[in-house]
Structures are given as structure tokens and as C-alpha cells.
């Protein structure tokens, strides 16, 4: 059973600087990718970055030279650096990992950025 436990979430003034957090734990593996999608009220979830482990990421272009995913294998977390926040950004963070053909979801991190 494979869990995924976020960190990191809280309120920051717009501008402000936030670190997400996802440790992954159970029958691991290899780890294939690794990311962070957001899911705004009334709006569908989306991808933010995602990483591989061959470490090439990818961000969506809305976060993109403000946002920072890493990784550290041998803890099998994956890290959100969130700079320069926008209200926009406000949303639950949900972490993922794709395993074995399989994706898992963490439980999800509110970040809320005030104005």
C-alpha cells in the first residue's frame, strides 16, 4: 500500500514564499514521476510540475520561473518551492506519484495567498 503524506500548506500574503512537502511511503519500488497538481473551488484540477526520476521536470506555464519542484530519493519526497504567490494560486495542492502503471494521490494541502 502505497501513501503519500503532504506538508507545507498554509495562508501567505501575496508575494510571500511557500515549501509543500511529499513524503511517499509502502511498497516502493522505483519511482516513475512525481508531482503537484491544484484544484481551485469550482474550477478541475490541474498539473503545477511534475518531476521524473531521471529528474527532468516539467511546470505548467502559469508557475513557471516562480516555482521550483525537487526531489530526494532515498527519502522518496518531492519537494514544492512556491515563490512570488499570487492570489491565484490559491487552491488545495495535491501531491502525485506514478508507480507501476498506477497513480496515487496524497490528501491535499490548502495554500492560500492574500491579497
Known amino acids: 500500500q502505497v501513501q503519500l503524506v503532504e506538508s507545507g500548506g498554509g495562508l501567505v500574503p501575496a508575494g510571500g514564499s511557500l515549501r509543500l512537502s511529499c513524503a511517499a511511503s509502502?511498497?516502493?519500488?522505483?519511482?516513475?514521476?512525481m508531482g503537484w497538481y491544484r484544484q481551485a473551488p469550482g474550477k478541475q484540477r490541474e498539473l503545477v510540475a511534475s518531476?521524473?526520476?531521471?529528474?527532468?521536470?516539467n511546470y505548467s506555464d502559469s508557475v513557471k520561473g516562480r516555482f521550483t519542484i525537487s526531489r530526494d530519493d532515498a527519502k522518496n519526497t518531492v519537494y514544492l518551492q512556491m515563490s512570488s504567490l499570487k492570489p491565484e494560486d490559491t487552491a488545495v495542492y495535491y501531491c502525485?506519484?506514478?508507480?507501476?502503471?498506477?497513480?496515487?494521490w496524497g490528501q491535499g494541502t490548502q495554500v492560500t495567498v492574500s491579497s
Open positions: 518531476i521524473t526520476s531521471g529528474g527532468r521536470d
Open positions: 502525485n506519484l506514478y508507480h507501476l502503471g498506477r497513480n496515487y
Open positions: 509502502g511498497s516502493i519500488y522505483s519511482i516513475n514521476k
